[in-house]
């Protein structure tokens, strides 16, 4: 397998990320519009002016930060992994199987769905990562 293709799933989520912060965006420029929320109000990131938004523009601002917290490290394995000379087929499907995680609780976070199935997706692919650890440390 090449590098390239063993480290296809890091670029496909970081597509994924973008693609989310695209949907932040959407979702919020026109919610502060509507809700009249001037952009001087919101320069803080912790603002009261938070209240005023859709939970799904929240929502989906809460998940672009999540998929810029535990994937850092999945980024750092799977390089790590490429540069040791540790890429194995195993790894390569676990790699696939965390974005696909990753990306199903994306679309339960945005959609303002469930916060046990989005746990569960979450707690899988966090599993799922773990498991990825043990395979570059054997």
Same mark, same amino acid.
């Given at each position: ?61 809460? $998940?672009? $930060? ?73």
């Amino acid at each position: 397998m090449t590098d390239k293709a063993f480290l296809a799933p890091v670029l496909a989520l970081i597509i994924w990320t973008l693609l989310i912060w695209v949907l932040m965006y959407a979702r919020r420029i026109p919610a502060m519009q509507k809700a009249k929320i001037a952009p001087e109000t919101a320069k803080s990131p912790d603002g009261s002016w938070k209240q005023d938004l859709p939970l799904s523009v929240q929502a989906s601002a809460h $998940n672009y $930060n999540h998929l810029l917290e535990q994937p850092t490290i999945f980024y750092a394995l799977m390089f790590y992994a490429t540069f040791a000379g540790q890429i194995s087929y195993h790894l390569h499907y676990a790699a696939w199987a965390y974005v696909a995680l990753r990306v199903l609780h994306s679309f339960v976070q945005v959609s303002a769905g469930k916060v046990m199935l989005r746990f569960s997706l979450f707690s899988l692919s966090t599993l799922v990562f773990f498991a990825m650890v043990v395979l570059v440390i054997i």
